[in-house]
């Protein structure tokens, strides 16, 4: 590099041990002294050869070289980084660098990585850099609770940590596991891991049944009963580092409440099976004047519904209640002429719910629209079910 650039090795990032000291055990004699040495790589500016060191860190291994990096440099891992055997350096350089490469002296042409942003964006810009251009990531790294942003150029989180400094201590825990690929944006966690049961309660979706009828008109559906979604109470063993939930296990599950499917009614018959027209009827329903039944056929045929949409009616309402407002079931609850269930829902009709056979034939003709388009539809699922 040319003589004006200072001599001066500028790290990216510092070294990071987790959890405190590091405690290396060495052996003494041969053996202690064969584990100093190291086959690293080297590539500075694209160029890579192979070096035997004895050094410690990165930047002891540069100096060793005759690589002199300025202050516009990238070098990854850091200059104050742990070196160890099989580590590869990159080095990038806005001038060009002369060493001895295999006993000869060469050239190698700058990077053109002179200014910080070329160094954070330079995976984005390779192409303009050219092949010399190093890719680098920005990840986050969260070390006991603790999150900083570092940039490397590994493709895997176990070398990642080798070039920032990361040394591991007894029992942590890195997630994602030290072989996983990282990408661009994603995090580290390092720490001690704890294990807790958790239970929760889950739904549990209803499914949808489909049931052909005669009674409706081809291709009209029909929701003939609602679904319900169920519950299961599931316990998982689930593993957490610093806090951070990174694994979860089903230990566990049960069903609290069985979901109930809907079924849905789809028409088969004619148009004419389910004709609402009063004159449709080849005969008229006497019904005793100011009964009950006289005001369900007047509030029906004030919908549209004739006398043969009445008998359908006139049948359904009579086995549920005998058309008695007060009529109610002991097991399940039901009140009223229509039988809602529970009764308080024909509120929604009239708050004299209890008594009134106008607001309870209401509320009921509102519900036999709602789920079964005629009164005819209703009669038919409830021949078939025995409810409605």
């Given at each position: 590099?040319?003589?004006?650039?200072?001599?001066?090795?500028?790290?990216?990032t510092g070294?990071?041990v987790?959890?405190?000291?590091?405690?290396?055990?060495?052996?003494?004699?041969?053996?202690?002294?064969?584990?100093?040495?190291?086959?690293?790589?080297l590539?500075?500016?694209g160029?890579?050869f192979?070096v035997s060191?004895?050094d410690?860190?990165?930047?002891?291994?540069?100096a060793d070289?005759?690589?002199?990096?300025?202050?516009?440099?990238?070098?990854?891992?850091?200059?104050?980084?742990?070196?160890?055997d099989g580590?590869?350096?990159?080095?990038?350089?806005?001038?060009?660098?002369t060493?001895?490469?295999?006993?000869?002296?060469?050239?190698?042409?700058?990077?053109g990585v002179?200014?910080?942003?070329?160094?954070?964006?330079?995976?984005?810009?390779?192409?303009?850099?050219?092949?010399?251009?190093?890719?680098?990531?920005?990840v986050?790294?969260?070390?006991?609770?603790k999150s900083?942003?570092?940039?490397?150029?590994?493709?895997?989180?176990?070398?990642?940590?080798?070039?920032?400094?990361?040394?591991?201590?007894?029992?942590?825990?890195?997630?994602?596991?030290?072989g996983?690929?990282?990408?661009?944006?994603?995090?580290i966690v390092v720490?001690k891991?704890?294990?807790?049961?958790?239970?929760?309660?889950e739904?549990d979706?209803h499914?949808v049944?489909?049931?052909?009828?005669?009674?409706?008109?081809?291709g009209?559906t029909i929701v003939?009963?609602?679904?319900?979604?169920?519950?299961?109470?599931?316990?998982y063993?689930?593993?957490?580092?610093?806090?951070?939930?990174?694994?979860?296990h089903?230990v566990t599950?049960?069903?609290?409440?069985?979901?109930?499917?809907?079924?849905?009614?789809?028409?088969?018959?004619?148009?004419?099976?389910?004709?609402s027209s009063?004159s449709?009827?080849?005969s008229?329903?006497?019904?005793?004047?100011?009964?009950?039944?006289?005001?369900?056929?007047?509030?029906?045929?004030?919908r549209?519904w004739?006398?043969?949409?009445?008998r359908?009616?006139?049948?359904?309402?009579?086995?549920?209640s005998?058309?008695?407002t007060?009529?109610?079931?002991?097991s399940?609850?039901?009140y009223?002429?229509?039988?809602?269930?529970?009764?308080?829902?024909?509120?929604?009709?009239?708050?004299?719910?209890?008594?009134?056979?106008?607001?309870?034939?209401?509320w009921?003709l509102?519900?036999?629209?709602g789920r079964?388009?005629?009164?005819?539809g209703?009669w038919?699922?409830?021949s078939?079910?025995?409810?409605?």
């Open positions: 590099m040319a003589k004006h650039r200072k001599s001066v090795i500028r790290s990216r070294r990071w987790a959890r405190g000291s590091v405690v290396a055990i060495l052996a003494t004699g041969i053996v202690g002294f064969a584990g100093l040495h190291k086959t690293v790589t590539d500075v500016n160029t890579s192979t060191t004895f410690g860190t990165v930047g002891d291994v540069l070289q005759g690589i002199v990096v300025g202050d516009g440099d990238l070098v990854v891992p850091a200059a104050s980084s742990s070196l160890s580590t590869t350096v990159s080095v990038r350089t806005d001038q060009p660098v060493l001895k490469v295999d006993g000869a002296t060469r050239t190698l042409a700058a990077s002179a200014t910080q942003a070329a160094r954070t964006d330079a995976a984005s810009r390779s192409d303009a850099v050219g092949r010399s251009a190093l890719t680098t990531r920005t986050t790294l969260t070390i006991d609770g900083r942003q570092v940039v490397t150029s590994a493709t895997d989180v176990r070398g990642a940590l080798q070039q920032v400094g990361v040394v591991l201590a007894q029992g942590d825990v890195v997630r994602p596991r030290l996983a690929a990282i990408e661009d944006g994603d995090e720490g891991p704890s294990s807790t049961i958790v239970t929760e309660t739904t979706e499914g049944v489909k049931q052909k009828s005669s009674s409706l008109p081809k009209s003939s009963r609602q679904g319900v979604d169920g519950t299961v109470v599931s316990t063993s689930v593993e957490k580092v610093n806090g951070k939930e990174v694994s979860r089903l599950q049960s069903v609290t409440t069985a979901p109930v499917d809907e079924i849905v009614l789809v028409g088969t018959g004619s148009a004419a099976s389910s004709s009063s449709s009827s080849s008229s329903v006497s019904v005793p004047s100011g009964s009950t039944r006289a005001i369900g056929k007047k509030l029906a045929a004030a549209g004739g006398d043969d949409q009445f359908c009616l006139d049948s359904l309402w009579t086995h549920e005998g058309w008695r007060t009529a109610s079931n002991s399940s609850g039901a009223g002429i229509p039988q809602s269930l529970p009764g308080s829902k024909m509120a929604s009709a009239g708050s004299d719910w209890r008594t009134n056979p106008a607001t309870q034939i209401t009921g509102n519900y036999i629209k079964y388009g005629t009164p005819c209703a038919s699922f409830f078939s079910h025995h409810y409605y």
